[in-house]
């Protein structure tokens, strides 16, 4: 596949920023390249005739917002923001959970806090969710989980799995996942004690940060805690929630 002209890629940008909120640099051109380039060859189409098809079909943009939102994660992944589940919140939105790893962390750590949580889980890539609800997992991304911990949550793949672990069913069964899109999707009356919605809004600008933080304050109960990225920062945006440390606010 030849590669992105301006004036196209300028187009892929604006359809990624107008149904995800992701804000698409300069830097990311290659990355959108090789992130189309599969599904182009698949389709047999260059991409003007992808963007056309995108913006007609429904199921054809999900796959798009798939390929280009889909990131890489791992268990535990900055675990210090850990320490506010230690209160014993019941029901957690995980706002941003990729491919299940952050919420199956959370239900484990929950567990050796005494406690069952409810964890809702959500992400815009289906491919993401689907791997999450399957719950297997290569060794690697287990790494910096803590042999007693692994011996408790996960069980270990033989056979034609070999290499591979895969969370044990009274974990997965405290996680939900479902398809949530932070930018255009309406969460619904329920609220949270707890909401962890880490290293996304760094793809989003100002003003989408600003809308999702919103959208998300409505859901947390009072006194609840908004967990962010360790890399990301409230500052500078205009919202209602305060500041405790680097990457945690609460609901006053």
């Known amino acids: 596949m030849s590669k992105l002209t301006d004036k196209q890629f300028k187009q ?36 003007d005739q992808y963007l056309t098809l995108i913006q007609k079909d429904p199921h054809e943009l999900k796959v798009f917002l ?6 890489h994660t791992y268990f535990y992944r900055e675990p210090k923001s850990f320490r506010y589940l230690d209160s014993g919140p019941r029901d957690i939105w995980c706002a941003a ?28 890539a289906v491919s993401c969710l689907e791997t999450a609800r399957n ?15 692994l011996k408790r949550y996960f069980q270990k793949g033989h056979g034609r799995w070999e290499g591979y672990v895969r ?23 329920h609220q949270f004690d707890m909401i962890f919605c880490r290293n996304v809004m760094i793809y989003f600008d100002k003003t989408t940060k600003e809308k999702v933080v919103a959208k998300l304050y409505d859901t947390l109960k009072p006194g609840g805690y908004f967990i962010i ?3 990301e920062s409230l500052s500078g945006l205009s919202h209602p929630l305060k500041y405790v440390e680097p990457s945690v606010y609460t609901k006053a």
């Open 97 to 124: 959970s990729s491919s299940g790893e952050e919420p199956y962390s959370l239900a484990t750590y929950c567990m050796e806090m005494g406690f069952a949580p409810s964890i809702f889980a959500t992400d815009i």
């Open 135 to 149: 719950a297997v997992y290569p060794v690697q991304r287990v790494k910096g989980v803590a042999p007693d911990l």
């Open 229 to 231: 990225g360790g890399a």
């Open 12 to 47: 892929y940008c604006q359809i990624v920023y107008n149904e995800a909120g992701i804000n698409l640099t300069a830097e990311k051109r290659e990355l959108l390249n090789a992130r189309i380039a599969k599904r182009l060859r698949k389709l047999t189409i260059g991409p």
């Open 167 to 189: 969370i044990k069913p009274e974990i997965r069964r405290l996680v939900r996942f479902d398809r949530f899109n932070l930018l255009k999707d309406r969460p619904s009356s």
């Open 66 to 71: 798939d390929a280009i939102s889909t990131n």
